[in-house]
């Protein structure tokens, strides 16, 4: 199954048969006060060169948020976007909660973009899906609903397939589904990665569809989260995640290798580009 996103002059698959899509996270304020202010201020440089920067360091696919106390993101979305296809020229995620800085942002895009996200809730499906079936846009689907984030490997695939299903309804197909199980901390329930990865191969399994993931909340609590993350990556990427949100930065090495390992580079010529690139 391939799921396709385009910028005006790229396009990106997401497949189990491609290597692993990353998708850079780090156009976000959350916890960035010189990013928040930036975005305050309405000055996009900063956006600019988190965009350059990601995309340096392997990033196929930019998030782009701007959701922050005091931020309008309706107006701020869009300029954020046309700052980011200025910059670069990969596909970029569009991340809101708020179906009118969404709409705004689609208006500005140019391609078929990826909306960051829509969940299970009634409210959420109702809001989000008619404006991926307007914009022609792919969609994340988290792994929640009104009762909240379900604790159960059943229930979470129970979740993926309602979206799955609820799109399918608004003319949306499937590939157009990128599903997220949703990483909790392992800090305050131990099971919480196990059920993770478990929810990521079943509903690979039962659904087919792409996987994505925000890694970086299994570690929260934890010394040396970046190890962590690395390996919970590598294990979700054994388990049938394939387009990952995370910082580039920090994530690539082990994400080239985990696709080594898992037969996504042919004769290892990703990995050994990437090395020979450090060196110089």
Do not use: W
Request: glycine letters at 8%.
């Amino acid at each position: 199954m391939q799921t396709v996103i385009r910028s005006n002059a790229q396009e990106v698959i997401i497949s189990p048969e491609h290597p692993t899509v990353i998708i850079g996270e780090r156009i976000n304020p959350t916890g960035k006060k010189r990013l928040a202010q930036a975005l305050a201020d309405k000055d996009m440089e900063r956006v600019r060169r988190l965009a350059l920067s990601q995309v340096a360091d392997g990033a196929a696919v930019l998030d782009v948020n701007v959701g922050a106390a005091g931020i309008d993101e309706v107006e701020l979305l869009p300029m954020a976007v046309r700052a980011v296809m200025e910059a670069t020229d990969v596909p970029l995620c569009l991340d809101s909660a708020n179906a009118e800085a969404l709409r705004a942002g689609l208006e500005a895009y140019e391609g078929k973009a990826l909306i960051n996200s829509v969940n299970g809730e009634e409210a959420s499906l109702a809001r989000v899906l008619p404006l991926a079936q307007e914009y022609g846009a792919a969609v994340i689907g988290l792994c929640m609903d009104d009762d909240g984030i379900p604790s159960t490997i059943e229930g979470r695939v129970a979740v993926a397939q309602k979206i799955v299903e609820r799109a399918a309804s608004f003319g949306i197909p499937a590939e157009d589904v990128v599903i997220d199980c949703l990483a909790m901390s392992v800090c305050t329930d131990a099971a919480a990665g196990r059920v993770t990865l478990e929810a990521i191969r079943a509903v690979r399994e039962t659904l087919g569809v792409n996987m994505t993931l925000g890694a970086s909340n299994v570690s929260f609590g934890l010394p040396d989260r970046e190890a962590i993350n690395e390996t919970f990556i590598a294990m979700a990427m054994q388990n049938g995640m394939n387009a990952p949100i995370v910082n580039p930065t920090q994530a690539r090495k082990g994400i080239l290798i985990a696709d080594l390992l898992l037969g996504l580079d042919e004769y290892a010529m990703r990995y050994v580009g990437y090395v020979r690139s450090q060196r110089k």
